[in-house]
Each structure stands twice: as C-alpha cells, then as structure tokens.
C-alpha cells in the first residue's frame, strides 16, 4: 500500500503560481509514476501531468504544457507541481495517484492507477 498526501493548494489571481506537493509513504520500496489529475465541479476527472519513477520521462496535458513542470525528489518520497501564470480554468481540486506502471498511455489514464490522495482545492479568481 502506498498512502499519498496532497497539500499546497490556495486562492491565487490569476497569473500567479502555486507548488503542490505529494508526500508518500507505506510501500514506497517500489518504483512506482506519479501523475496529477484534477476535477473541476460538474465536469470529469483529467489529465495534468505525470513523471515517471526515475524522472526521466515527464508527460503534460496540452492545457498545462510550459506553465506547469512536474518534479520528483525520490530521497523525500515526494512529487512536485509547479503551476505558473495560472488561470481561472484551472480551478480544480487536484489528485495525485500513484501506479506501477510507466508510459504516455498508461499514465496519462486515470483508470491505471492504484494509489489516490484526498486531493488539494486550488482556485484561480480572475
């Protein structure tokens, strides 16, 4: 079992930043991606982005790529979001997951994920 804690979310205007965090712990022996999903209210659960264990591959939705970066400090079993010139549409609560699996296609769906935080509200006024 891996146990997954979100935190960093806030009220921010728009064109600021905020830095998420996802701390785990239980079973973190093993390799494992980590992606960041969000839900805004009325519509589905999507996509942000997502890294694989050793870092090396990084994978962004269309709506976040070069205002979001995703990071990973393995030693700290946490996962970064750094969110830039943030927008009212990026009102969200955010979820990150955890899977043993790696790749675009598999890490980019929320189905293959085992693990789940709580999630983190973040909201952007205009």
């Known amino acids: 079992q891996v146990h997954l804690v979100e935190s960093g979310g806030g009220l921010v205007q728009a064109g600021g930043s905020l830095r998420l965090s996802c701390a785990a712990s239980?079973?973190?022996?093993?390799?494992?991606?980590v992606g960041w999903f969000r839900q805004a209210p009325g519509k589905e659960r999507e996509f942000v982005t997502a890294i694989t264990w050793s870092g090396g591959n990084t994978y962004y939705a269309e709506a976040v790529k070069g205002r979001f970066t995703i990071s990973r400090d393995n030693a700290k079993n946490t996962v970064y979001l750094q969110m830039n010139s943030l927008k009212p549409e990026d009102t969200a609560v955010y979820y990150c997951?955890?899977?043993?699996?790696?790749?675009?296609?598999?890490?980019?769906?929320?189905?293959?994920?085992?693990?789940w935080g709580q999630g983190t509200q973040v909201t952007v006024s205009s």
């Open positions: 997951a955890a899977t043993a699996r790696s790749g675009y296609y598999t890490l980019s769906v929320s189905g293959y994920y085992a693990y």
């Open positions: 239980g079973r973190t022996d093993s390799t494992y991606g």
